[in-house]
C-alpha cells in the first residue's frame, strides 16, 4: 500500500513491503557509486540502502536484493563485470553479501584468503 500525497506524515512513502519481480541490473563497471547506487535502488521507493545477496542461481548471476527501509524485495540478473563492480568497489549505501557457493575465483580477494577449504 502507498500512502497518497494528502495523507499526513507518511506522503510518498511505501508502508508495506513489495515483491517488486525480477530486472536486470543497470549500471556499468566504470560508473561512478551515485550511478551503481541508484541501479541498486528499491523499486519501490527508491531509497539506496539496501541490502544484497550475490549467488549464482540456475547458472546465472543473481542478487536478491531487500531495502532497508521500505522492507520491498526484489531480484537482479548482474553481468561479470557488474559482478567485478560489486566486489572492487561496492558503493556505500549497499550492504553487499558473498553466498559461500559462488565459485571462489568470483568472490572479492578479501572473502577468497578467508576461506577454509
Same mark, same amino acid.
Given at each position: 500500500m #502507498? %500512502?497518497?500525497a494528502?495523507? %499526513?506524515g507518511n506522503a510518498g512513502s511505501v508502508l508495506d513491503p513489495v515483491r517488486c519481480g525480477r530486472y536486470? %541490473? #543497470?549500471f556499468a563497471f566504470d560508473d561512478p557509486d &551515485? /550511478? #551503481?547506487g541508484a541501479g541498486l535502488s528499491c523499486p519501490a =521507493? /527508491? &531509497?539506496e540502502a539496501t541490502q544484497l545477496s550475490v549467488d549464482v542461481v540456475d547458472g546465472e548471476l543473481d542478487a536478491r536484493c531487500s =531495502?532497508?527501509?521500505c522492507g520491498s524485495t526484489w531480484s537482479l540478473a548482474l553481468r561479470p563485470k557488474q559482478l567485478l563492480r560489486l566486489s572492487l568497489d561496492p558503493p556505500t549505501t549497499a550492504d553487499v553479501r558473498w553466498s559461500l557457493a559462488l @565459485? @571462489?575465483?568470483m568472490l572479492p580477494p578479501e572473502i577468497e584468503d578467508g576461506w577454509d577449504a
Open positions: #502507498v %500512502a497518497h494528502g495523507d %499526513a536486470d %541490473a #543497470v &551515485e /550511478l #551503481v =521507493c /527508491l &531509497e =531495502c532497508q527501509t @565459485p @571462489p575465483t
